[in-house]
């Protein structure tokens, strides 16, 4: 018993091991978002490399590396770039060569160039003009879309979750300095369906999720044709089953009662898996471990005391 709690916590410590190695592994991973008219690619993790051998990641890169990732045919099928009189430009975005009329942003803000730098953790949004005349299409952003859109739904307590966004407009002042305003009367969608909830004159709205799972939110322009905004929204259902046969105290139980309360798939609630990486929880994993371990020491410590 003791080689098996000897093993258990050396497995613990070789996950934690792992996961910080993940965390220190120099990776540069962008959440991109690409729209043509409609969401085509929805906060999607890319890991960005340094495909034109410039010596720096870029929105150029990260673009690249999301298409050959997800274009059927990759990037060669889906995406091109030229040289112009402005310097680098898109030529071909998701497949569609429109004479150049696209829009690129990085963390809600407007870039300079294909050529601008990237880092971990940041937001590449990269749409095609659908008005190719006035150019109206109006680049908007849900404030809440990060890391921490993701809830837990109780089966036996709960059917839906309340999300409060806030929905803003890139947009010009009098001096044509960039700046944001709220979107109002917007009709926010689900999952590629329109709901009951829109926009007020702040932008905000609040919305109810139901089902467990990804959810992309969007919106819909009432007066203005909206660049499709995505927050990406995950729930993880989960059941608390009840454990083993209850066990007042050690003395009142046997061994084969104490043996029965071990930790088992069907008695451990079910974390879910992370909303960005997809990959099973290592904190979940560990405190499977540890419960493993806990109960294993009781069950040696009961055969100590018979002995």
């Known amino acids: 018993m003791k080689k098996l709690i000897a093993m258990a916590l050396a497995l613990m410590l070789a996950l934690c091991a792992v996961n910080m190695a993940a965390l220190a592994d120099g990776e540069t991973v962008v959440y991109v978002t ?30 690249y590396c999301a298409h050959e990732e997800n274009y059927a045919g990759g990037a060669a099928a889906g995406y091109a770039t030229e040289e112009g009189q402005y310097g680098l430009s898109l030529a071909k975005l998701w497949g569609v060569a429109n004479g150049g009329s696209y829009g690129y942003y990085v963390n809600s803000a407007s870039a300079w160039s294909l050529l601008d730098e990237v880092k971990n953790g940041d937001y590449l949004d990269a749409f095609v003009y659908t008005d190719t005349t006035a150019w109206s299409d109006t680049y908007c952003y849900f404030e809440e879309r990060g890391p921490e859109m993701y809830a837990e739904l109780n089966e036996d307590i709960e059917t839906s979750k309340e999300i409060t966004l806030t929905l803003l407009a890139a947009a010009f002042d009098e001096e044509f300095k960039p700046i944001t305003k709220p979107v109002a009367g917007a009709t926010i969608t689900i999952d590629g369906k329109e709901t009951a909830f829109v926009t007020d004159e702040n932008g905000k709205v609040t919305v109810t999720v139901e089902g467990n799972g990804e959810h992309v939110i969007s919106a819909v322009g009432k007066d203005m044709l909206l660049v499709p905004p995505a927050c990406l929204y995950t729930i993880s259902l989960y059941v608390v089953c009840p454990p083993g046969p209850e066990v007042e105290s050690e003395s009142d139980a046997t061994p084969t009662e104490i043996g029965e309360a071990t930790v088992t798939s069907s008695n451990v609630k079910t974390v879910g898996a992370n909303p960005k990486t997809g990959d099973a929880s290592p904190v979940a994993l560990v405190a499977g471990l540890m419960a493993v371990a806990f109960v294993g020491m009781a069950i040696a410590r009961r055969k100590s005391h018979e002995a």
């Open 34 to 63: 690409i729209a043509n008219g409609k969401l085509e690619l929805t906060q999607k993790a890319v890991t960005v490399t340094d495909t034109d051998n410039d010596g720096k990641l870029t929105i150029n890169d990260a673009l």
